[in-house]
């Protein structure tokens, strides 16, 4: 079982004090947007034994298992970070797998620099992803009803959304969002700026449903994601509640502390709230126009006391441990490998004693025992 030193990554979104106060130290001042815990090669964890990818490559099968490298290949499949949003993230959609891996291979087939600002696929891989409160928190999570839209919009009173809430009337859904959202995204910088210059006082004025929309605003003042996030669902989360993220749809996270796991992969398309490059129509083809619930997830108890936050997907597998004083230890020996992760209380990892914020990785078929009075996430995979 190794200790895990982490990088904690810098972006501007970050809060400058969420992450310093779970790991119980001084904030710098600066922004401190999420921890990284695994074998990305942007930022791999590093451990006694060298980075998590070094010991992963000396040897992959005693690292993972042979079951889950003969799954995902030679690499570790997920990647678990601590999140800390302090400001909007940009709105934004991940590719399924088929769609990365012909989104990627059309890419190098035409010679994009893999770190050019115009280049949408990182690599081949699709990036499903979860996110845990440990805070109250906000995000936007695949679309609204588009009539419950457009009379959020109409109640805006402002003329030049009135085409958009004619759109958001007809059918079918599908195609209505599509039209809608294609119509904010291509419309002209300067009316749409105009547009959000209106929404935003209307919005900062009538408060209530609207103020999340007046905070993204405020944030990113004129971007025309101001108003392709209105189509979206807000969700607050309660600590302890999570999202799952699937292919195609769209959602943005917009403050609070949490606990996320993905899938390997940095593919990100993105539809606004941001400087960086927004690819319109490949945006479009890997979007999924299909309005519900953002389908909020609870974890799932069993009687050795794991909480299991069920997905779809067997690159990860996220649960969680609520220890009592007192309690009884519990054996987590599993023939993959692991990521145990202290979010509050103090906790004891074989031979490791964790504090919030504190991690360690463990080896497939290595013995694995947690005691002690505090919370601990496990992350794993499905094989």
Not at 106 to 113: A, K, L, M, T
Not at 236 to 243: C, I, S
Not at 293 to 302: N, T
Request: hydrophobic share 40%; glycine share 10%.
């Amino acid at each position: 079982m190794d200790r895990l030193d982490n990088t904690v990554r810098p972006y501007a979104w970050g809060s400058a004090t969420a992450i310093p106060h779970l790991l119980g130290v001084e904030p710098t001042g600066e922004p401190q947007a999420e921890m990284w815990m695994g074998a990305h090669p942007g930022a791999p964890s590093r451990t006694a034994r060298g980075t998590l990818v070094e010991v992963i490559e000396a040897d992959p099968e005693r690292e993972l298992g042979a079951r889950a490298v003969a799954g995902f290949g030679p690499r570790l499949p997920f990647l678990l970070k601590i999140l800390a949003a302090g400001a909007p993230l940009s709105l934004q959609v991940h590719p399924d797998l088929k769609q990365a891996q012909e989104g990627y291979a059309d890419e190098e087939r035409r010679g994009i620099p893999v770190d050019a600002p115009h280049r949408n696929y990182k690599d081949a891989n699709h990036k499903p992803e979860l996110i845990c409160a440990l805070t109250e928190f906000d995000g936007l999570c695949g679309f609204r009803d588009p009539v419950r839209t457009a009379g959020l919009l109409d109640g805006l009173g402002i003329d030049s959304l009135k085409p958009y809430v004619d759109l958001l009337h007809a059918h079918p859904e599908d195609a209505a969002l599509r039209e809608v959202l294609t119509a904010i995204l291509s419309a002209d910088p300067q009316e749409m700026a105009h547009t959000v210059a209106e929404a935003t006082a209307a919005c900062t004025r009538l408060g209530g449903a609207y103020a999340p929309y007046a905070d993204i605003a405020h944030h990113y003042p004129g971007d025309p994601g101001v108003i392709a996030a209105m189509l979206l669902n807000h969700v607050r989360l309660q600590p302890g509640e999570a999202l799952f993220l699937g292919a195609g749809i769209p959602h943005a996270y917009l403050n609070g502390l949490g606990v996320e796991i993905m899938a390997n992969s940095d593919n990100v398309l993105r539809c606004g709230l941001t400087p960086k490059h927004v690819d319109v129509p490949e945006l479009l083809r890997v979007v999924r126009f299909e309005a519900g619930d953002p389908g909020v997830l609870r974890p799932e108890a069993s009687p050795d006391g794991e909480e299991l936050y069920e997905t779809p997907i067997d690159e990860f597998r996220l649960s969680r441990y609520v220890l009592p004083a007192g309690g009884a230890a519990h054996d987590l020996t599993r023939e993959t490998p692991q990521i145990l992760l202290c979010t509050a209380g103090a906790v004891r990892a074989g031979e490791h004693e964790l504090g919030p914020g504190q991690s360690v990785f463990v080896p497939a078929g290595e013995k694995a025992e947690i005691s002690g009075a505090g919370t601990v996430f496990r992350a794993t995979v499905i094989v």
